[in-house]
């Protein structure tokens, strides 16, 4: 079946840095990827679309200038989470959709703890 | 609004019997529904995709049913194991294939 890969699997980072998670379809090529957040014992909600060569659509609600996302390929979406502070603490699950009727496919998630 | 809406945050069974999941929807009709499986701390996995047309799906144990009247979803597994205790999902594919997500239910499995 379709593999998608994030890394890192767990980072810690001061309050105030910024950091990338990487996600990457290892199999196929992702017309199109979705990033997740889940807190503890609740459901992922969307962030945002991610489309290879455009601009990503955001989810009302979510900070597009603090949640960088970057589609450099058919098989590579980045999020980068800037001047993280202790509330953006979550994991980060990343999907990638091969296209209509196909499956998404997520990755393993990224936990993230800002300290 | 439209809604997806999983009613049970826990479920605690026996060993070998079924475990029975809901999954509804209000003020929409979803074209089909999707099940995922979540352990802790991983990402969710793809198990079952219904469509409105379809009554009933099968998968080894697991068994899904579509009621467009009850506007509901059922999600089964048979002859449940500890090792099926997870968080099950439901979701809905709306535009452009973005998921959106029920709450989840925590299925526990007791031998």
């Known amino acids: 079946g379709a593999v998608v890969s994030q890394h890192p699997s767990w980072v810690i980072c001061k309050s105030g840095t910024s950091v990338k998670i990487e996600c990457r379809s290892l199999?196929?090529?992702?017309?199109?990827m979705f990033w997740y957040r889940q807190f503890p014992k609740q459901s992922l909600m969307l962030m945002a679309t991610?489309?290879?060569?455009?601009?990503?659509?955001?989810e009302q609600g979510v900070e597009k200038d603090k949640f960088l996302i970057n589609h450099a390929s058919l098989t590579l979406s980045t999020l980068t989470v800037t001047s993280a502070h202790p509330e953006d603490s979550s994991f980060y699950i990343c999907?990638?959709?091969?296209?209509?009727?196909?499956?998404?496919?997520f990755g393993p998630g990224t936990r993230l703890l800002v300290l | 609004s439209q809604k997806i809406e999983q009613n049970s945050e826990a479920l605690n069974i026996q060993e070998g019997k079924t475990a029975t999941l809901t999954c509804n929807y209000t003020?929409?009709?979803?074209?089909?529904l999707q099940w995922y499986r979540q352990d802790p701390g991983r990402g969710p996995v793809f198990l079952l995709l219904?469509?409105?047309?379809?009554k009933e799906k099968r998968k080894e144990r697991l068994k899904v049913t579509f009621d467009t009247t009850l506007k509901q979803s059922l999600f089964h597994i048979t002859a449940s194991q500890p090792a099926d205790s997870a968080t099950y999902l439901c979701?809905?594919?709306?535009?452009?294939?973005?998921?959106?997500f029920g709450q989840g239910t925590e299925l526990s499995v007791k031998p």
């Open positions: 999907s990638a959709f091969g296209g209509v009727g196909e499956t998404q496919y």
């Open positions: 199999d196929f090529q992702a017309t199109t």
């Open positions: 991610s489309n290879e060569g455009s601009k990503a659509t955001y």
């Open positions: 003020n929409y009709s979803p074209a089909y």
């Open positions: 219904i469509r409105e047309n379809e």
């Open positions: 979701a809905d594919e709306g535009q452009g294939g973005k998921l959106i």
